[in-house]
């Protein structure tokens, strides 16, 4: 069975920093794109990066480029969003997902991160 | 960034009736787009990719169509578990963007 377990959510000041990690299961991880989707409390969602399998491609959203920066370890089959200056609207539950090729087919349960003081 | 406008936001119906959901995208995205579907407090589920191929056991009820800049998600016979939020995805070009939202509501 497929799985996606995120953690490192939590509360943190406006300017700190949190690195979420996805832990992946069930698949062969190396061999997919993968991403974070990020969903603000009652809003839509909303695509913020995604990577190569080798880790050699890497896209990102404009509102968060210079400050997020994601990465994966294959060999631990873990995925990463290291944020840094956070802002209030970086409010959201994070949400690894898998890209299948055509659309993002898999996702975990999310980690919320709260950004106030 | 291509922008993809839903319609309608919200809709309530009732349990078997047809329903409609209409993706427009700003520019042209071939077939590069996905519905997905998303219940309270769960994370959102694929229920079509390239615009009209169901995901592996997503119900027969659930189709896609279109290409180009407009798409429609269609639930032939509404069912109570399918009470939930859809969004389309384009996939055809960075930033991968996601529609609004169309909320189904039980009428």
């Known amino acids: 069975e497929v799985q996606l377990v995120e953690s490192g959510g939590g509360l943190v000041q406006p300017g700190g920093s949190l690195r979420l990690s996805c832990a992946a299961s069930g698949f062969t991880f190396s061999s997919y794109w993968m991403n974070w989707v990020r969903q603000a409390p009652g809003k839509g969602l909303e695509w913020v990066a995604n990577?190569?399998?080798?880790?050699?491609?890497?896209y990102y959203v404009d509102s968060v480029k210079g400050r997020f920066t994601i990465s994966r370890d294959n060999a631990k089959n873990s995925l990463y969003l290291q944020m840094n200056s956070l802002r209030a609207e970086d409010t959201a539950v994070y949400y690894c997902?898998?890209?299948?090729?055509?659309?993002?087919?898999?996702w975990g349960q999310g980690t919320l991160v709260t950004v106030s003081s | 960034d291509i922008q993809l406008t839903q319609s309608p936001s919200f809709l309530s119906a009732s349990v078997g009736d047809r329903v409609t959901i209409t993706c427009r995208a700003s520019?042209?995205?071939?077939?590069?787009l996905a519905w997905y579907q998303q219940k309270p407090g769960k994370a959102p589920k694929l229920l079509i990719y390239t615009a009209s191929t169901l995901q592996s056991g997503v119900p027969s009820r659930f189709s896609g169509s279109g290409s180009g800049t407009e798409f429609t998600l269609t639930i032939s016979s509404l069912q109570p578990e399918d009470f939930a939020t859809y969004y389309c995805?384009?996939?055809?070009?960075?930033?991968?963007?996601f529609g609004g939202g169309t909320k189904v509501e039980i009428k």
């Open positions: 520019q042209g995205i071939s077939s590069y």
């Open positions: 995805q384009q996939l055809n070009s960075y930033p991968f963007t």
């Open positions: 990577i190569k399998q080798d880790g050699s491609e890497k």
């Open positions: 997902a898998r890209d299948g090729g055509e659309a993002t087919d898999c």
